[in-house]
T-cell receptor, first 109, second 113 residues
Framework: GQNIDQPTEMTATEGAIVQINCTYQ??????LFWYQQHAGEAPTFLSY????GLEEKGRFSSFLSRSKGYSYLLLKELQMKDSASYLC??????????FGKGTRLSVIA | NAGVMQNPRHLVRRRGQEARLRCSPM?????VYWYRQLPEEGLKFMVY????????ESGMPKERFSAEFPKEGPSILRIQQVVRGDSAAYFC???????????FGDGTRLSIL
C-alpha cells in the first residue's frame, strides 16, 4: 500500500509564496504527480517529477527527493484564483494513481 | 471537445434505483479510471479498465457496482439498488497508456433521494 501525507489546509496572502509539502511511503516508485482541483471541478494536471530536483513551470514549481520520499509544490505570486485543493499522487509501476487527501489552499487579500 | 467527456453532469436517483454513469475518454486514450469523491474528501480509486478488460477493480465495492469499457462506445459505471451513501462525485480519467498523466472529466454528481 501507499502512505501519503499532506497538510490538510493552508492559508496564504495574495502575492506571496507558498510551499505545499507531500511525503510518501511506497515501493516501486516511478514519479510523482501534482494536480489542482477547484471546488466542484475536475482535477487538472500540474506537474510530474521523475528525477530529483526542482522543475519550474511559470509560477508553479515542483520538487522531488526520491531518497527522502518527499515532494513539494511551490506557488509564487499567489493569485486569488489559486485557491484550490492541491493533490499529491505518487506513481507506482503501472498501477492506478493513489491520491493524497489534498491540501486546501486559501488565498486571502 | 477533445477532453474526457462524462455524462450526465448531475444525476438524481431514488433509493433502490439504478445509476449509469458514462465516460468517453480523450481521443487516442485507451485506459480509463473511475474515482469517487465524497464532499471534503480525497479522490478514491475505484476501477481501471482498458478496452474490453478490467485491469484493476480493487477499489470498487464487490456488490452493486460494476464497470465496463466495451470495444465501441463509452465506459459505463453502473450502480444497482443505490443507497444514500452512494451520493458522491464520480470522476473518470483517461490516459494514453499505463503511463500517466491522467486527464479528468468534469465528473457526475450523483444524488440519492
Amino acid at each position: 500500500g501507499q502512505n501519503i501525507d499532506q497538510p490538510t489546509e493552508m492559508t496564504a496572502t495574495e502575492g506571496a509564496i507558498v510551499q505545499i509539502n507531500c511525503t510518501y511511503q511506497t515501493s516501486g516508485f516511478n514519479g510523482l504527480f501534482w494536480y489542482q482541483q477547484h471546488a466542484g471541478e475536475a482535477p487538472t494536471f500540474l506537474s510530474y517529477n521523475v528525477l530529483d530536483g526542482l522543475e519550474e513551470k511559470g509560477r508553479f514549481s515542483s520538487f522531488l527527493s526520491r531518497s527522502k520520499g518527499y515532494s513539494y509544490l511551490l506557488l509564487k505570486e499567489l493569485q486569488m484564483k489559486d485557491s484550490a485543493s492541491y493533490l499529491c499522487a505518487p506513481e507506482v509501476g503501472n498501477t492506478p494513481l493513489v491520491f493524497g487527501k489534498g491540501t486546501r489552499l486559501s488565498v486571502i487579500a | 471537445n477533445a477532453g474526457v467527456m462524462q455524462n450526465p453532469r448531475h444525476l438524481v436517483r431514488r433509493r433502490g434505483q439504478e445509476a449509469r454513469l458514462r465516460c468517453s475518454p480523450m481521443k487516442g486514450h485507451s485506459h480509463v479510471y473511475w474515482y469517487r469523491q465524497l464532499p471534503e474528501e480525497g479522490l478514491k480509486f475505484m476501477v481501471y479498465l482498458q478496452k474490453e478488460n478490467i485491469i484493476d477493480e480493487s477499489g470498487m465495492p464487490k456488490e452493486r457496482f460494476s464497470a465496463e469499457f466495451p470495444k465501441e462506445g463509452p465506459s459505463i459505471l453502473r450502480i444497482q439498488q443505490v443507497v444514500r451513501g452512494d451520493s458522491a462525485a464520480y470522476f473518470c480519467a483517461s490516459s494514453a497508456a499505463g503511463t500517466q498523466p491522467q486527464h479528468f472529466g468534469d465528473g457526475t454528481r450523483l444524488s440519492i433521494l
